[in-house]
């Protein structure tokens, strides 16, 4: 229910007609396809035969996009309806995959299954939700073929690098749990770790009182942990995405974001403020460029470019709790 007021603008997925639903899948279809090619590309390369695993799948995709199209235009007429993913409420927004620089192949395993778990998850959506019978049936077909293709990439991945050179394998289960458990968890650990940078030293520098400033802290992770935990549980149900039950994926992110909060606040029990706050601070340190790694590793962003908005960010939230804190 609260999704509906974070995102006022989207249509609810059940509010779809059958002729907005095809149109929608030709969409998503188009941008799958893209992206896929430019999986292709991006790891000719140093892994040929991956590359042509995603080229193989990219024609799929169009070959999808052509079944879609065909009994749409039997079914509508020649015009689409304007619709895509991003109109739609429960669909993950992805980041494109060409403003990537750091793209490893565990990277792109991890995403080629969430892409196929999404489409599988809407076409069997879709298909509860269409009383035609050729519609229903082609949405029913795609999504068995869809469900296929995350399994084919590894499958063709450990045939293109061979035993001594392929990585270890991860199953359906871990890549679940990363989806639903890891992924909100990193960025509510992110966004409690520097969120509350400002309230604590803030509150330190104004009462040079150890006790009253844990006390800031804990409310100050606590409040952020509760905030992130409703926003992810309300960002979509994972009946479209497959990313899991909100209820998990929005505790791991509240809890994650409240452990980001108390780690520059737990050296707040110390009686001696000095000591306090030096512990506090190597423990920020500590906390923003690990932020930088993960952002890194598991969000492909480019370190350095990780390291100018997490840590310089964070030192001017920082930075500003003291100033306020002093003032």
């Known amino acids: 229910m609260l999704s509906r007021f974070l995102a006022p603008t989207k249509r609810e997925f059940g509010s779809l007609s059958e002729r907005e639903i095809l149109s929608l899948a030709v969409a998503a279809e188009e941008e799958d396809g893209r ?66 620089k750091n793209l490893s192949l565990e990277n792109v395993r991890q995403q080629v299954w969430e892409m196929e778990e999404g489409a599988y998850h809407f076409y069997t959506e879709a298909a509860k939700q269409t009383t035609d019978a050729g519609i229903r049936k082609l949405l029913g077909d795609l999504a068995a073929e869809e469900r296929k293709h995350a399994a084919a990439a590894d499958k063709i991945d450990a045939t293109a690098l061979g035993a001594d050179g392929r990585e270890t394998e991860k199953g359906e289960q871990h890549r679940q749990f990363v989806l639903t458990y890891v992924q909100p968890g990193l960025a509510g650990l992110m966004d409690g770790s520097v969120s509350t940078l400002a309230p604590v030293f803030a509150a330190a520098f104004a009462t040079g009182d150890t006790w009253q400033t844990f006390l800031v802290g804990l409310a100050a992770a606590v409040g952020a942990g509760i905030s992130m935990g409703f926003t992810e549980a309300a960002s979509d149900d994972g009946k479209l995405t497959g990313r899991g039950s909100p209820v998990k994926r929005g505790f791991s992110a509240g809890i994650m974001t409240a452990l980001g909060g108390l780690g520059h606040a737990l050296p707040y029990l110390i009686t001696d403020f000095f000591t306090a706050t030096a512990v506090a601070i190597v423990v920020v340190l500590i906390e923003l460029w690990a932020i930088a790694f993960i952002q890194n590793r598991y969000m492909q962003t480019p370190f350095w470019r990780a390291v100018m908005q997490v840590v310089l960010g964070g030192s001017l939230v920082f930075a500003a709790g003291i100033l306020i804190g002093n003032a």
């Open 35 to 100: 992206i896929y090619s430019e999986f292709a590309s991006r790891l000719a390369e140093a892994y040929p035969g991956s590359a042509a695993l995603f080229e193989g799948m990219a024609a799929e995709e169009d070959e999808h996009r052509r079944r879609l199209l065909d009994l749409y235009v039997e079914r509508f007429g020649p015009r689409l309806v304007p619709i895509r993913r991003e109109h739609v409420r429960g669909f993950l927004a992805r980041k494109p995959i060409w403003l990537m």
